[in-house]
């Protein structure tokens, strides 16, 4: 859209307020507000004042920055009751005579890679498809304190309510997959959440029940551009928490809420174009794809350990990436295999859907970072021709879980911890910080931020701990 368009759609629509939603160091929204009739042109070439050191972010230059709204991501909120129009956009340095872009800001870094994989000519476009999977919980309340540290939550269809739901309508454990009506409580609650999805232009495929019977769900949205999918991807959490919310019920992307059930990630497709061309696809290559495919992959595997700071940047994060739950554990990659960390898609036959996934990410990163440094760590995988198969990162045809122990003991794995990765991160992010993309003092602030995040976890007392050592 145009600013005209904006402006237009302002008066049809009888908007009353306009609000901008910007992004801190976390991928959480912020949002500042102005009424309607204060919109102008100048507003979208002015900005709207912020403090960026409240967002996380330890500038170098003056914390004072401006937001400029995107036209182009301008939508109708579907959750204010006083009709408002929402949109993101960027964040720039107050300089003279003109604004710059403000390096660390997230929005900025996801456009900066994809300007750095146009120059080095190996592809234009990324496209992307993260599946999202989240938990709706009927009830949920926590508190940690010196009297008090513990979690309830309660889902109506769980197995755990067989006693208690006086119609009889539960699931049993890991058995809610794909399961239908009348197990299916939160069907029309999904269905809703994909209607704003549409409304706010997020083509998607399909939503369905996962696999934990405790309310675990996935929607999945069409291949998208990266750069628009990350934005996408911040709407998308938004709708799936506010309409939960309608509906009475608690909105979760933790990657692994429930002790014992299928834990929820963030699988990452992806594929590249150059002037429309898919790079991806070879008609002779293994599962049909090609060698820039290959090196790509390659690149991800080799980082991989630094790269699960920016994809799993929480401590929960390592209680879902764990065997035995179809979470990938294994660096490497293979066809329909999912407990490799990379898997190709069999069903993805026609070259231009030819692609891989990404399996370890998980939806409590911020997905700028995320999506970023996948770019990054691919494209060093095809500049630097890292071949994972000679590197002995696959094809895994086989079900790693199934391996004998002597074979598992030869196989690399993730991180086992927040504190882990980042080590890794520390020692491995030149791939990042080429082309300006990710800037260095960005990387130490993140680093030390969730340093201070690992070390306050693990000074918390666990009610587990209580069963374990309790009476010893």
Known sequence: MTIQEVISLIREKDIKMVDFKMVDINGQYRHVTIPAENFSEDTMKSGIGFDASNYGYAVVEKSDMVFIPDPDTAVIDPFCTIPTLSMTGNAMIIDSPENRPLPQYPRNIVLAAEQYMKDSGIADTMLILPEFEFYLFDQVGWEVSGKNIGVTVDAKQSYWNSASEGLGVVVPKQKNYHIAKPFDISYECRSEMVM?????????????????????????????????????????????????????????????????????????????????????????????????????????????????????????????????????????????????????????????????????????????????????????????????????????????????????????????SLDEALNALEADHDYLTAGGVFPEELLKNFIKTKREECRAMSQIPHPAEFDKYYNL
């Open 196 to 416: 704003h999805m549409l409304d706010a232009g997020i083509e998607i495929n399909y939503h369905h029940p996962e696999v934990a019977a405790s309310g675990q769900f996935e929607i999945e949205p069409q291949l998208g551009v990266m750069s628009r999918m990350a934005d996408a991807t911040m709407m998308i959490k938004y709708i799936i928490h506010n309409t939960a919310l309608k509906y009475g019920k608690s909105a979760t992307f933790m990657p692994k809420p429930i002790y014992g059930e299928a834990g929820s990630g963030m699988h990452v497709h992806m594929l590249l174009f150059k002037d429309g061309v898919p790079v991806f696809s070879d008609d002779n290559g293994y599962s049909h794809l090609s060698e820039t495919a290959h090196y790509f992959m390659g690149g991800l595997l080799k980082h991989i350990a630094s790269l699960c700071a920016l994809t799993n940047p929480s401590t929960n994060s390592f209680k879902r990436l764990v065997p035995g739950f179809e979470a990938p554990v294994t660096v490497g990659y293979a066809t329909s295999n999912r407990s490799a960390v990379i898997r190709i898609p069999a069903y993805a036959k026609s070259p231009d859907k030819r692609r891989f996934e990404l399996r370890n990410p998980d939806a409590t990163c911020n997905p700028y970072f995320c999506y970023a440094a996948i770019l990054m760590a691919g494209l060093d995988g095809v500049k630097n021709k890292i071949d994972p198969h000679a590197n002995g990162w696959g094809p895994y045809d086989v079900n790693l879980y199934h391996l004998p122990e002597e074979e598992k003991a030869k196989l690399k794995g993730l991180p086992t």
